[in-house]
């Protein structure tokens, strides 16, 4: 046996012993979903387990070094264990903008105190993030932000507003983009993170079209930062919120894999269907989605190589979005009237219509399809004038 | 000439000033959604639509109406789309007056919808999925009258409805019956919708009704229903399409990013050029069907399948764009521009979806 398939075999013997039976079974909706925090209710003493357990080894962050939490797997290792909690049926332990998100661009910008300070909590769900990006006047032009940090001394002053945040009234800390300089768009930006119970910060739900309250306007009001939470350096926050969008987009494009309800096929409800032109379709989708599957994986594993282009995530995001909201729109035309109703128990109030309209957001939460685009193009096509 | 007459368009005037002041999304389908009203829609715009004569625009002169055709209907309901208005017009003023027509029950029925009082509803669909050539409910000839046994979902309004006529097998075919709401044996469910629409399930458990709750003869009169019911949703789908698309090319031209208005950017005029010509293409599929409808022809049925997929799909691809264009705020629901997502996906199902249409299109005999 090799060392990997060595791993393989102690990987596999451990999650059979540390995963409780109740977290191998698929979620049911996004409830199920662990997101850690302060202020976290756990929907049950199993899921509570799970993440101790994982986090305790690091693998909630396989791939993170394990001076800072995580599990210092190698890539390959890190794989084979995606791969063996795929056959157990393990959910993700917990899933944050920390880990998929923050934890990145700390790696790469972060300070060494910074990187003691705010990955281990990260790694054990401790601490909930927030992404405070999005402004009203600065979505897709996103470096037209103007919440604006003045330098007092030992902290800066905070104020202004941003918007879409998501899950910012549940969140402990925010990362928060912010304009230390009216001298250069792009290089007036300086890169924050702050606790949201400090003083200044309020926060207003604002209501999906799902019905749902995922994201909320975010308001400043003279918010006193300490100047050692400032990631890299002043006025070159750009570059850390660049990164940190790549990974976004990286995480994001996983959309097309499928979300939480794992990669079963649509073909699969081909027996139900006695209508050829869905059935086509259902097929077709197949086809796109085995295909963007196998992309998916060779897209992680030039990431892990080091030979990812820098606007790869681009690509993937767009794609993978794209294909969620066909998927949905496939699940609709499937369930016909019955996937209309809105309320009823019978249609577990309304899952999937809700669901259907929530996948309209992926091509926009992130940056939009367009901006994805132009991205490509730009980047890694050189198109003149792009 | 496939354009609307002088009459048409004076109506059309008439109509579209009244359901951008009356029947705007604040003043109803957002007011009746937010106090949770059971109707999903206002009587008294109803009785108001009555007083314009547009509830009675199909039913005979005497009884109430102006006898216009389709094309008239259509008239009216591309503002309703375009409005996102909720009200019983499509099934009760349009359909069901189209399956009550020239029968003993149009006496007893049409002058309550000319006066846009009476509200009725269509029971047609058993599954998920619309096929009225597999209806399998039954009405079983028993003693004086009939014995209907069997299940309806997606009954439009079917709680608020005075009347249901209700799609069901007899040994001679598929007829279309009146029956009370209150039939002992008749339960019924209502169901809200993702647009926030009523539509109920029916559950009839060996429902007694005499023989002349039968309406007219034969199929013709649900044959007549499914004729008026699915032309005037494509109109309405068209309307929905006009209305996502009139909202976003007005943000086109009023949000900036970059400096400048995002309409400016090719990649988005691109899309609402295309979009624009699809929706004319609809618009002319659908008034080429209300035309064929009112002459009679045999080439009706044909046009009514095209249009009733044409718009759906169309109508499918404007409130998606919508969205998208909008970006973050399209996916408020503080914004309007979401409801005719919403919407949209509701009366594409209704009366059959595209697939349907395009299906039933290439297997005409
Ligand atoms: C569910 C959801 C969750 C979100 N969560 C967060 C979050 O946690 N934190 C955060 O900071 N933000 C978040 N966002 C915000 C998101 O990043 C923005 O909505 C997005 O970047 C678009 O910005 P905008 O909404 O201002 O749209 P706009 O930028 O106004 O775009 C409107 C339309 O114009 C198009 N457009 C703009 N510029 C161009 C161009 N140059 N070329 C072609 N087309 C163009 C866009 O693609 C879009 O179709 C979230 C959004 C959603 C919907």
Same mark, same amino acid.
């Not at chain 1, 897209?299 to 979005?321: C, N, R, V």
């Not at chain 2, 503080?334 to 249409?357: C, N, S, T, W």
């Given at each position: 046996?090799?060392?990997?398939?060595?791993?393989?075999?102690?990987?596999?013997?451990?999650?059979?012993?540390?995963?409780?039976?109740?977290?191998?079974?698929?979620?049911?909706?996004? @409830?199920?979903?662990? =997101?850690?925090?302060?202020?976290?209710?756990?929907?049950?003493? +199993?899921?509570?387990?799970?993440?101790?357990?994982?986090?305790?080894?690091?693998?909630?962050?396989?791939?993170?070094?394990?001076? %800072?939490?995580?599990?210092g797997? $190698?890539?390959?290792?890190?794989?084979?264990?995606?791969?063996?909690?795929?056959?157990?049926?393990?959910?993700?332990?917990?899933?944050?903008?920390?880990?998929?998100?923050?934890?990145? *661009?700390l790696?790469?910008?972060? $300070?060494?105190?910074?990187?003691?300070?705010f990955?281990?909590?990260?790694?054990?769900?401790?601490?909930?993030?927030?992404?405070?990006?999005?402004?009203?006047?600065?979505?897709?032009?996103?470096?037209?932000?103007?919440?604006?940090?003045?330098?007092?001394?030992?902290?800066?002053?905070?104020?202004?507003?941003?918007?879409?945040?998501?899950?910012?009234?549940?969140a402990?800390?925010?990362?928060?983009?912010?304009?230390?300089?009216?001298?250069?768009?792009?290089?007036?930006?300086s890169?924050?993170?702050?606790?949201?119970?400090?003083?200044?910060?309020?926060?207003?739900?604002?209501? #999906?079209i799902?019905?749902?309250s995922?994201?909320?306007?975010?308001?400043?009001?003279?918010?006193?930062?300490?100047?050692?939470?400032?990631?890299?350096?002043?006025?070159?926050?750009?570059?850390?919120?660049? %990164?940190?969008?790549g990974?976004?987009?990286?995480?994001? !494009?996983?959309?097309?894999?499928?979300?939480?309800?794992?990669?079963?096929?649509?073909?699969?409800?081909l027996?139900?269907?006695?209508?050829? #032109?869905?059935?086509?379709?259902?097929?077709?989708?197949?086809?796109?989605?085995?295909?963007?599957? +196998?992309?998916?994986?060779a897209?992680?594993?030039?990431?892990?190589?080091?030979?990812?282009?820098?606007?790869?995530?681009?690509?993937? @995001? %767009?794609?993978?979005?794209?294909l969620?909201?066909?998927?949905?729109?496939?699940?609709?035309?499937?369930?016909?009237?019955?996937?209309?109703?809105?309320?009823?128990?019978?249609?577990?109030?309304?899952?999937?219509?809700?669901?259907? #309209?929530?996948?309209?957001?992926?091509?926009?939460?992130?940056?939009? !399809?367009?901006?994805?685009?132009?991205?490509? /193009?730009?980047h890694?096509?050189?198109?003149?004038?792009? | 000439?496939?354009?609307?007459?002088?009459?048409q368009?004076?109506?059309?005037?008439?109509?579209?000033?009244?359901?951008?002041?009356?029947? *705007?999304? $604040?003043?109803?389908?957002?007011?009746?959604?937010?106090?949770?009203?059971?109707?999903?829609?206002?009587?008294?715009? =109803?009785?108001?639509?009555?007083?314009?004569?547009?509830?009675?625009?199909?039913?005979?002169? /005497?009884?109430?109406?102006?006898?216009?055709?389709?094309?008239?209907?259509?008239?009216?309901l591309e503002?309703?789309?375009?409005?996102?208005?909720?009200?019983?017009?499509?099934?009760?003023?349009?359909?069901?007056?189209?399956?009550?027509?020239?029968?003993?029950?149009?006496?007893?029925?049409?002058?309550?919808?000319?006066?846009?009082?009476?509200?009725?509803?269509?029971?047609?669909d058993?599954?998920?999925?619309?096929?009225?050539?597999?209806?399998?409910?039954?009405?079983?000839?028993?003693?004086?009258?009939?014995?209907?046994?069997?299940?309806?979902?997606?009954?439009?309004?079917?709680? $608020?409805?005075?009347?249901?006529?209700?799609?069901?097998?007899?040994?001679?075919?598929?007829?279309?019956?009146?029956?009370?709401?209150?039939?002992?044996?008749?339960?019924?469910?209502?169901?809200? #919708?993702?647009?926030?629409?009523?539509?109920?399930?029916?559950?009839?458990?060996?429902?007694?009704?005499? /023989?002349?709750?039968?309406?007219?003869?034969?199929?013709?009169?649900?044959?007549?229903?499914?004729?008026?019911?699915?032309?005037?949703? +494509?109109?309405?789908?068209?309307?929905?399409?006009?209305?996502?698309?009139?909202?976003?090319?007005?943000?086109?031209?009023?949000?900036?990013?970059?400096?400048?208005?995002?309409?400016?950017?090719?990649?988005?005029?691109?899309?609402?050029?295309?979009?624009?010509?699809?929706?004319?293409?609809?618009?002319?599929?659908?008034?080429?069907?209300?035309?064929?409808?009112?002459?009679?022809?045999?080439?009706?049925?044909?046009?009514?399948?095209v249009?009733?997929?044409?718009?759906?799909?169309?109508?499918?691809?404007?409130?998606?764009?919508?969205?998208?264009?909008?970006?973050?705020?399209?996916?408020?629901?503080?914004?309007?521009?979401?409801? %005719?997502?919403?919407?949209?996906?509701?009366?594409?199902?209704?009366?059959?979806?595209?697939?349907?249409?395009?299906?039933?299109? *290439?297997?005409?005999?």
């Open positions: 046996m090799t060392e990997l398939d060595d791993f393989r075999a102690q990987t596999r013997a451990w999650l059979e012993a540390n995963c409780p039976p109740e977290m191998r079974k698929p979620m049911k909706s996004e @409830k199920d979903i662990c =997101w850690g925090g302060r202020d976290f209710t756990f929907q049950s003493d +199993a899921q509570r387990e799970w993440l101790e357990v994982m986090g305790e080894r690091g693998w909630t962050v396989p791939d993170w070094p394990s001076e %800072y939490g995580g599990g797997l $190698s890539a390959e290792e890190a794989k084979i264990l995606k791969q063996e909690m795929k056959a157990l049926g393990c959910r993700v332990p917990l899933t944050s903008f920390g880990i998929s998100m923050l934890g990145p *661009a790696l790469a910008f972060g $300070s060494e105190e910074q990187k003691q300070r990955l281990p909590p990260i790694a054990r769900g401790e601490i909930r993030w927030c992404q405070g990006y999005s402004e009203p006047g600065a979505g897709s032009d996103l470096a037209g932000l103007s919440t604006k940090a003045e330098d007092r001394g030992d902290h800066y002053l905070v104020n202004g507003q941003k918007v879409w945040t998501s899950y910012a009234d549940e402990d800390w925010i990362f928060c983009l912010v304009r230390t300089s009216t001298e250069s768009k792009h290089g007036g930006i890169f924050l993170l702050f606790d949201m119970a400090s003083e200044g910060v309020s926060t207003k739900p604002i209501k #999906l799902s019905g749902y995922p994201f909320c306007e975010t308001f400043f009001d003279d918010v006193k930062v300490p100047k050692d939470q400032l990631v890299h350096e002043e006025n070159k926050g750009w570059t850390v919120a660049k %990164y940190l969008l990974h976004e987009r990286e995480m994001i !494009s996983g959309m097309g894999l499928g979300g939480g309800k794992g990669s079963s096929l649509l073909s699969e409800a027996g139900e269907v006695d209508d050829p #032109l869905l059935a086509t379709d259902l097929a077709r989708f197949d086809v796109d989605a085995l295909a963007f599957q +196998a992309m998916s994986e897209f992680i594993d030039q990431l892990k190589a080091g030979e990812a282009h820098p606007a790869l995530p681009s690509m993937m @995001k %767009y794609a993978g979005t794209e969620n909201k066909r998927r949905h729109e496939l699940v609709m035309a499937l369930g016909g009237s019955d996937a209309l109703e809105w309320e009823s128990d019978r249609s577990k109030e309304g899952a999937r219509a809700r669901d259907w #309209l929530r996948t309209k957001a992926n091509s926009i939460e992130g940056g939009t !399809s367009e901006i994805q685009l132009g991205i490509v /193009a730009k890694i096509l050189q198109l003149p004038g792009a | 000439m496939l354009k609307l007459n002088d009459d368009r004076m109506l059309q005037d008439t109509v579209r000033l009244f359901m951008a002041e009356k029947g *705007a999304i $604040s003043k109803q389908l957002r007011h009746w959604r937010d106090i949770g009203c059971k109707d999903g829609f206002g009587h008294s715009l =109803w009785e108001e639509m009555g007083k314009l004569g547009l509830t009675g625009i199909l039913v005979p002169e /005497a009884a109430g109406g102006s006898a216009l055709g389709q094309v008239e209907a259509n008239v009216v503002e309703i789309g375009r409005n996102l208005t909720p009200s019983p017009f499509l099934t009760t003023a349009v359909a069901a007056v189209r399956a009550l027509e020239g029968s003993a029950h149009a006496e007893k029925w049409l002058p309550g919808i000319a006066e846009g009082k009476t509200v009725a509803a269509l029971a047609i058993e599954g998920p999925h619309h096929d009225p050539s597999k209806i399998t409910m039954t009405a079983t000839r028993s003693g004086n009258g009939f014995v209907l046994d069997g299940d309806k979902q997606f009954v439009v309004q079917g709680a $608020s409805a005075d009347l249901l006529l209700v799609a069901a097998a007899t040994d001679d075919g598929p007829a279309l019956f009146a029956v009370a709401p209150d039939a002992s044996g008749l339960d019924i469910e209502n169901v809200t #919708l993702a647009d926030s629409s009523k539509a109920a399930r029916l559950s009839f458990d060996k429902v007694e009704v005499d /023989a002349d709750a039968q309406v007219g003869e034969g199929d013709a009169p649900l044959k007549r229903a499914l004729a008026a019911g699915r032309a005037g949703v +494509a109109s309405e789908l068209v309307g929905v399409a006009a209305g996502a698309f009139e909202m976003t090319n007005a943000y086109l031209r009023e949000r900036k990013q970059f400096g400048q208005p995002i309409g400016s950017f090719q990649a988005l005029q691109h899309r609402a050029a295309h979009l624009y010509g699809e929706i004319e293409i609809a618009r002319a599929a659908t008034l080429k069907a209300a035309q064929l409808l009112d002459e009679g022809s045999e080439r009706a049925a044909m046009m009514v399948h249009a009733k997929a044409k718009a759906g799909q169309v109508a499918r691809l404007a409130v998606q764009e919508a969205v998208q264009m909008h970006g973050g705020i399209g996916m408020t629901d503080e914004h309007d521009i979401g409801f %005719y997502m919403k919407r949209q996906a509701v009366i594409d199902q209704l009366f059959g979806g595209p697939d349907f249409h395009a299906r039933a299109l *290439a297997q005409r005999s």
